[in-house]
């Protein structure tokens, strides 16, 4: 695939995740993104596709299970976004830069070893447990988060017919109960909770030394290519 066509799919795949981040809010909600993902949720469109050849009732139906999967519940779609921007970032990088400018063996093991940081760190946060809470487990959570009647109050969980540990929430996403909840990321299809929020910390680091490293590369590789070219003495007449 060409440099050209990964940088087209990545803006596809990063205007559709734009939509479904930033279209639900409400800020968003007037705007562009909030219209079409009033259009994605509600799936109109896709019910006038399907309406003549599945007939109505059948395309509502279809319709409700496309907005389910894409909207309202957990998806692969922002994993895939992301490893498209990795990869694809990569191959541009390798193709644009580095073969180019930045020759050294050093240049290639910490390329290398910086998109593999970024990746493995995603893919832990993407598997681990983000302490979810079942019955079985609740005594141990209810024993590691105390009320303090202040902030967190003694309810229960509906869900689960149990005492809610503090700071757990229940994830409407993914539709579990999670200690110390935080967010749902669609980057990684999970919950960030107890168990992996150093995970995700380490995650963001990554992807901040990913960014940065680039950036950083880029702009050497631009500053060498002057050098060498002596355009610092170049005289216009």
């Known amino acids: ?67 389910d999967a894409l909207c309202d519940a957990p998806n692969p779609f922002g994993q895939a976004v992301y490893v498209l921007l990795v990869l694809g970032g990569h191959k541009s990088f390798i193709d644009g830069v580095q073969s180019v400018h930045l020759h050294s063996l050093a240049w290639a093991r910490a390329t290398s070893g910086t998109f593999t940081l970024a990746l493995a760190t995603w893919i832990v946060v993407c598997c681990t447990d983000p302490g979810v809470i079942t019955r079985e487990n609740n005594d141990v959570y209810l024993a590691a988060y105390e009320y303090d009647d202040v902030v967190y109050h003694r309810k229960e ?20 109960r999670v200690a110390r909840f935080d967010h749902f990321c669609v980057w990684v299809n999970n919950t960030v909770g107890a168990n992996n929020t150093r995970w995700f910390l380490l995650f963001l680091a990554a992807q901040t ?10 702009a050497y590789a631009v500053w060498r290519d002057l050098r060498d070219r002596d355009a610092w003495n170049i005289v216009f007449e």
């Open 209 to 218: 030394w990913l960014v940065t490293y680039v950036t950083g590369a880029c």
């Open 157 to 176: 969980c509906r869900t689960l017919g149990v005492a809610a540990p503090a700071r757990s929430k229940f994830c409407t996403t993914t539709k579990r």
């Open 1 to 67: 695939m060409s440099t050209a066509a990964l940088a087209l799919a990545a803006c596809v795949a990063l205007s559709a995740m734009a939509v479904l981040i930033l279209g639900p809010t409400e800020r968003c909600a007037h705007t562009a993104l909030g219209r079409a993902y009033e259009g994605v949720h509600s799936g109109q469109w896709l019910v006038s596709a399907l309406a003549l050849p599945l007939g109505r009732a059948r395309a509502n139906a279809l319709a409700r299970r496309c907005q």
